[in-house]
C-alpha cells in the first residue's frame, strides 16, 4: 500500500491527514508536498491526523520532526492527533511525544489551537 496524503487549511492552521504507508519510498514526496503547503498557505499551526496511517519507519519520523522544528522555529505548534496504536509505538520509542504534543481527535486539536469547530471531512 502506498501513502496518500490530504492539505485541509482551517484559519491558520494547516491540517494534514496521512493513510497508508509511510517509509522510506514515500518519506521525500510527503516531504517537499509538506512543505509546499506550509509556504503557500500562510499558515500558523500544523495538525497531523495519522487515525489511518497503519505504518511509519524511521524516514517518516524524520518528516515529522523536520516540520515540527520548521512550525516551532517560527514560534507555533504542531499537534499529532488520532494515531494509531501501532505507529504510536514507534513516536514513543522515539521519544517525539516529548516534544510534539498528542491528543485524541482533529475537532480537540482544531479547538486547543483557537479555531471554531466545524464540518471536519
Known sequence: MSLHSEFVTR???????????????????????????LKRSHV????????????????GLGVMLGRYKEVQALGNEMIICSISPEVKRLFDLSGMFKIVRLVDNESFALEMLGVASCEMK
Request: cysteine-free; hydrophobic content about 35%; overall charge negative.
Open 11 to 37: 484559519e491558520n492552521v494547516l491540517i494534514v491527514r496521512l493513510q497508508g504507508e509511510l517509509d522510506h519510498h514515500e518519506a521525500s514526496k510527503l516531504r517537499e508536498e509538506w512543505q509546499s503547503h
Open 44 to 59: 500558523d499551526h500544523v495538525i497531523v491526523n495519522l487515525e489511518k496511517l497503519t505504518f511509519m519507519d524511521s524516514s
